[in-house]
Every structure is written in structure tokens, then in C-alpha cells.
């Protein structure tokens, strides 16, 4: 059974920074691309980052690009997600995400490409 688990949330004033860390399980983490998606009370699920099965290509949503970075450790089965210059907006559940074929280049921005989610962990960015 594939899982992932999300950890690194919390309060933060703005202009601060975080790291979540995603671990999955269940699967060959390494073959596959992963995205983070995120969304906020009202709103819906929005895409945030995605980066390829190597590593080697990322991709941003317009509204967090050079503010947030996403990186992996295939070594340590874990993807991350920094964020700096954090902005009350940006106040969200974030959602880590496998997706659904291997060897992919980390374009993908839709939800229905991704197959299995993570439980998701609360930001919250206060002004």
C-alpha cells in the first residue's frame, strides 16, 4: 500500500520561511515524479510544485515561483518543499503527491495526474 506523510508545518509570520518533507512508501519513490499541491479554507486544491523522477526538472505554480523550491533525496526517500518569503496567502494545507505513471519529467500541474496523496499539513502564515 503506497502512503505518503507530510511533516514541517506551522505558524510562521511573514517573510519567514519553512521546509516540508514528504516520505512515501509503498512504491519505487525514486522512478516516479512528485508534486505539491495546496489548498486554502474556501478554495480550491491548486498546484504548487512538481520535480522530475531524477531531479533534474522542477516546475512552479506563477504564484509561489522564486519564492519556494522543491528538491529530493532519492537516498533518504524524501521530497522537499522550502518556502521563503512566506506571504499571509500562501496560508494553505499542503498536500504531497506520487504521480500516477514512473519516469516522469515533473510537468504536470493537474490533480487527476497524480494517484496518491498524503494526509496533508497546515501552514499558516500570519501578517
Known amino acids: 500500500q503506497v502512503q505518503l506523510v507530510e511533516s514541517g508545518g506551522g505558524l510562521v509570520q511573514a517573510g519567514g520561511s519553512l521546509r516540508l518533507s514528504c516520505v512515501p512508501s509503498?512504491?519505487?519513490?525514486?522512478?516516479?515524479?512528485m508534486g505539491w499541491f495546496r489548498q486554502a479554507p474556501g478554495k480550491e486544491r491548486e498546484f504548487v510544485a512538481a520535480i522530475s523522477w531524477s531531479g533534474g526538472t522542477t516546475n512552479y505554480g506563477d504564484s509561489v515561483k522564486g519564492r519556494f523550491t522543491i528538491s529530493r533525496d532519492n537516498a533518504k526517500n524524501t521530497v522537499y518543499l522550502r518556502m521563503n518569503s512566506l506571504k499571509p496567502e500562501d496560508t494553505a494545507i499542503y498536500y504531497c503527491?506520487?504521480?500516477?505513471?514512473?519516469?516522469?519529467?515533473?510537468?504536470?500541474?493537474?490533480?487527476?495526474?497524480?494517484?496518491?496523496w498524503g494526509q496533508g499539513t497546515q501552514v499558516t502564515v500570519s501578517s
Open positions: 509503498g512504491r519505487a519513490f525514486s522512478s516516479y515524479a
Open positions: 503527491a506520487t504521480d500516477k505513471a514512473p519516469y516522469g519529467l515533473g510537468n504536470r500541474k493537474k490533480q487527476d495526474d497524480y494517484d496518491y
